[in-house]
Structure formats: structure tokens, C-alpha cells
């Protein structure tokens, strides 16, 4: 007697993995933090070059805010305390926040 029973390999299923929320870290314009100290940070902080740090501190003035980096939650976060708590420190109201990228 012949055994007919074929076997076909179970199919394994990966669970989809949703990727991490990004975050937007946006600065925001106020009228006393001095634009050199906003370069100063976006250059310590978000290791910017002077010209690109420029740009953003103008974009920030002249629109109000400016996203500088879209990064995932905690990085972006923690970054934008950095920055906050370095303005804080030398005494200006320099704000940075963040929020889900759409």
C-alpha cells in the first residue's frame, strides 16, 4: 500500500512591525533671544553649520517657527530639552517643542 499524503511547509507570518512615530522638533520665534545665541545652540545641539543654523533661526523669525529635524520620539525630545534647558541657563526664553509628524 503506497501512502499518497503530501506535506506542503506551513507558512510562518511575520508580524508587521509598525515603524516608530516620527516627531518634529520645531523652534520657535520669540522677540529677546538673540540670533547669534540661537545659531550658538542649533550649532551645539544639532550640530547645524553656522549657514544652515542662520537659515533656520531667519525662518523661525520671519514664519514664526521652523522645524529643524524630524527624528523619533525620544532623540527628539531630548534634544529639544537640551536646547531648551541652554537658553534657560544663560537666561533666555528660547523654546523649542515637539510633535507627530502627519
Do not use: Q, W
Request: hydrophobic share 40%; with cysteine.
Amino acid at each position: 500500500m503506497s501512502d499518497d499524503t503530501t506535506t506542503t511547509p506551513k507558512t510562518v507570518t511575520k508580524p508587521k512591525l509598525d515603524r516608530p512615530k516620527l516627531y518634529k522638533i520645531i523652534l520657535l520665534n520669540d522677540d529677546y533671544t538673540p540670533r547669534d545665541f540661537v545659531i550658538m545652540v542649533l550649532k551645539i545641539v544639532f550640530r547645524m553649520s553656522e549657514e544652515t543654523g542662520y537659515r533656520m533661526m531667519l525662518t523661525a523669525h520671519k514664519m514664526g517657527s521652523c522645524v529643524l529635524l524630524v527624528c523619533a520620539r525620544d532623540i527628539a525630545e531630548t534634544k529639544a530639552k537640551e536646547a531648551t534647558d541652554l537658553a534657560k541657563e544663560a537666561g533666555f526664553p528660547m523654546m523649542l517643542t515637539t510633535e507627530p509628524e502627519d
